[in-house]
């Protein structure tokens, strides 16, 4: 019996030269799988699938050794250049040792022989692709916790610390708020931020708790390096190693809060929280999905399925909850750093208008400058014209002595 709702998911590309099995098999594949490209050569199913590829994702081709202009092995040699792990079930009236051991080489994922039992080529695309469905599957929700804790990672104070209460590791938040550096706090305890009224039983509460696989939550208010208060809402959660059986390190998550922000930041935490126990949760679920791979009927395949999907989208929901809620904080912040940047240019403008006036001051002190040497060039001028005129009368007056003398001269001596 065949998985249906399963098949429902899976697109196909099936190339078959043969018009009668291509005519056949199409028919019997449009009523189980949800998309299936059909083509009559090589040229035009690698062509499809490049192109198809943009739409969806392409779960499996099945392809004709013996097609019209190419065969399938070399067809499985170009797919193999373009994505190295689609699953491809080759049909062949024959199996040729070469061909085998090329096939092989190029990971083809079977190999059956015409004519091909429609019902052995369905239970061989269902039971491929099952096991690359809940590969990808796996993927995605690992992808979705790493999507988080970026998130999480670049609007908290985030670090870790052993079983023993020693710091391992501190984001760039943390270092920001508290004016430690990264290697000031590597090996320390967070006691090094401790408020002395904040009383020492908070702390011993909380180290009891976390060590008994117990979340702890609460308001607390530290002091940096510089001695500068700050309020945060704290979670720590204790992480387990691959097998849930020890704790080997705790995660502390904190957020900036104020008295009036306190029932914001517990929503958050109420989100970390879920993200820790979805994530223990996807552990379990993994583990208990390989067994039931090999173990349960297909009946309990649809069921895990089922409980699969479900789990998945109440993830996705708590997610895009979380999401908008830190949106709104960005939000926040992006207006705060507006603010600051409008005083900056405020500041500019003011600074510039200093510069402007000092700058229309010196060019009237040199306009002025500019008249003053022009009345001086006047004064110079006339001055000149003057002392010429004398020396003008100085030659005359010289030119009247030298006749005098000369006609002096001339009556002595007569």
């Known amino acids: ?40 050569n090589g040229k035009e199913g690698i062509d499809s699938f490049l192109e198809k590829r943009k739409e969806y994702f392409i779960d499996i081709i099945i392809c004709d050794k013996t097609l019209t202009d190419i065969t399938g092995i070399k067809i499985l040699k170009k797919i ?60 995605l929700m690992q ?17 870790k610390t052993d079983i023993e209460g020693n710091i391992t590791f501190v984001n760039s938040c943390f270092c920001e708020i508290s004016a430690y550096t990264k290697e000031e706090l590597i090996g320390q305890n967070h006691l090094i931020l401790k408020d002395e009224k904040t009383s020492s039983s908070i702390y011993k509460d909380l180290i009891a708790k976390v060590n008994e696989g117990i979340i702890w939550e609460g308001k607390l208010k530290n002091i940096s390096k510089t001695k500068e208060e700050f309020y945060i809402y704290l979670t720590v959660l204790p992480i387990y190693n691959k097998s849930n059986s020890d704790i080997t390190e705790f995660m502390w998550i904190s957020f900036l809060t104020t008295e009036a922000e306190l029932e914001a930041k517990e929503f958050k935490n109420r989100v ?10 996807n552990n379990d679920a993994r583990e208990k999905i390989d067994d039931l791979m090999n173990k349960i009927s297909e009946y309990s395949g649809i069921k895990t399925l089922l409980l699969e999907e479900k789990h998945r989208t109440s993830k996705f929901i708590n997610q895009i909850n979380f999401y908008e809620k830190e949106l709104e904080s960005i939000e ?31 060019v009237f002190l040199l306009d002025d400058l500019t008249i003053e040497l022009g009345n001086k060039n006047k004064e110079v001028q006339e001055l000149t014209k003057e002392l010429s005129t004398q020396l003008n009368s100085i030659k005359k007056l010289m030119f009247s002595i030298d006749e005098i003398e000369g006609k002096l001269s001339k009556n002595l001596e007569e």
């Open 80 to 139: 193999r250049e373009i994505d190295s792990e689609i699953p491809f079930i080759i049909t062949s009236p024959s199996i040729e040792i070469d061909d085998l051991l090329t096939a092989i080489k190029y990971k083809a994922t079977d190999y059956l022989s015409k004519p091909v039992n429609a019902k052995d080529m369905i239970f061989s695309i269902e039971r491929v692709c099952h096991n690359k469905y809940h590969e990808r599957l796996k993927l």
């Open 1 to 40: 019996m065949f998985n249906n709702s399963f098949l429902k998911k899976l697109n196909i590309l099936f190339i078959e030269s043969n018009s009668e099995d291509r005519e056949h098999f199409s028919n019997i594949l449009y009523k189980f799988f949800n998309n299936v490209i059909v083509c009559s």
């Open 272 to 281: 970390v929280k879920n993200m820790y126990e979805n994530r223990k949760n």
């Open 332 to 362: 926040e912040k992006i207006k705060e750093v507006s603010g600051k940047a409008s005083q900056k240019i405020k500041q500019v403008v003011t600074t510039q208008k200093d510069v402007q006036e000092k700058k229309d001051k010196a």
């Open 143 to 159: 992808q979705d916790l790493e999507d988080l804790r970026t998130v999480v990672n670049e609007v908290a104070l985030v670090s």
